[in-house]
């Protein structure tokens, strides 16, 4: 889908600012918004997909002017509610008595057991490849086209790039498709590609080069 | 923007409703963060760099497969399932971003700083990369070199090995890896 979150080219941005000595978090609230995205994931309450999902459906305006750990938050009240896991009304008068008490903290049981989990998630990671039984479309210095609609849900083809010729430089494992991952409509892995876009075809401007990674059904032959 | 009183409520109630339905315990939060705030950084990713500065055949081995180098120095998992390293050279520059959110390679630099997940980082790298670099990280770029920007749009985590300093030619593999940074595995800094 098209959405705030897809950002490749975007006009009207202003200078990076960079500060090589920034905190990893600035604020104790974005601690706990990471920590609290990590465990409900690790849990199997959502998938990565979804999570993404979540933030794209954000309203442009609401997804520009709150910052990236508000967007987390967002999508994990976002996801949890819409799966049944919380109710919204009773999150929602949950936060007005923390508001009321804002010294209050959480109380309950600690679980030692689900950091033993998290550990081996984190060891051994959570790939999303997954084998195929057909060989891949295209090979390394194929010329291809990247598709020019954008379908209505989630998507990883950022749009910059649609419409596009680039040229195949590495061909990669199949990988579970976003596309139906995010929206509980399947795994349907296909083989990945690493593409080189010309900049200047992309922006009619710059000598550089932009490679993108994309699934198959992202991309079809230039001719 | 909601006002931090909002949000720390916002995140408490997130967090008590999910420890009295039993998904979390109070303990879990704390212990997933401990692990990046003390365990997981770009200290990591600087052994890979200094070790393949120093060993031809893991440069080699590195830029074959990333993934399988790196889990050679016990390096690997969450958000490092499939490693590439791009090696830059007098002649070409390479350096990563990733347009649609933050993806990074966690187990080799940690979890992303705040100017690599910025909507400017985003927006602007891929397309006007030689004025970034120059004009935001003081890195400006001869019109001779190759600039190459990625982006992290699939499963792929990507991270950049910096060329090793004039100089260092009679250093160890410790004394290099202390001059590595997030910024030059990212590209963009050079050392």
Known sequence: ?223 | MSDDAELRARVKALESLLVERGLIGTDTVDQIVEVYESEIGPLLGAQVVARAWVDEEFRERLLADATAACWELDIGGLQGEKLVAVENTDTVHHVVVCTLCSCYPWPVLGIPPNWYKSPEYRARMVAEPRRVLAEDFGLPLGEDVEIRVQDSSAEVRYFTLPQRPAGTEDWDEERLAGIVTRESMVGVAVL
């Open chain 1, 1 to 223: 889908m098209d959405g705030p979150h897809d950002l490749g080219g975007a006009p009207g941005f202003g200078p990076v600012r960079f500060d090589p000595d920034e905190p990893l978090f600035d604020h104790d609230w974005q601690r706990k918004v990471f920590g609290l995205t990590m465990a409900t994931s690790t849990i199997g309450l959502y998938n990565r997909d979804e999570n993404r999902h979540a933030r794209e459906r954000m309203p442009a305006a609401d997804y520009r002017a709150t910052g990236y750990f508000e967007q987390w938050l967002v999508a994990m009240e976002t996801n949890l509610t819409e799966l049944g896991v919380l109710d919204a009304a009773t999150l929602r008068a949950r936060v007005e008595e923390f508001l009321a008490a804002p010294d209050e903290e959480v109380r309950g049981k600690a679980q030692p057991d689900l950091f033993e989990l998290f550990r081996d998630t984190l060891e051994f990671g959570a790939s999303l490849d997954r084998p195929v039984p057909t060989p891949p479309r295209y090979a390394v210095g194929d010329h291809v086209r990247a598709v020019s609609s954008a379908k209505p849900g989630h998507t990883r083809l950022p749009a910059y790039v649609r419409g596009h010729l680039g040229v195949v430089r590495r061909v990669d494992p199949a990988f579970v498709l976003p596309d139906t991952n995010a929206h509980h409509e399947g795994e349907h892995p296909e083989h990945t590609y690493n593409v080189a876009f010309n900049a200047h075809d992309l922006w009619e401007k710059g000598d550089h080069e932009v490679r993108v990674d994309v699934w198959e059904s992202y991309l079809e032959p230039a001719d």
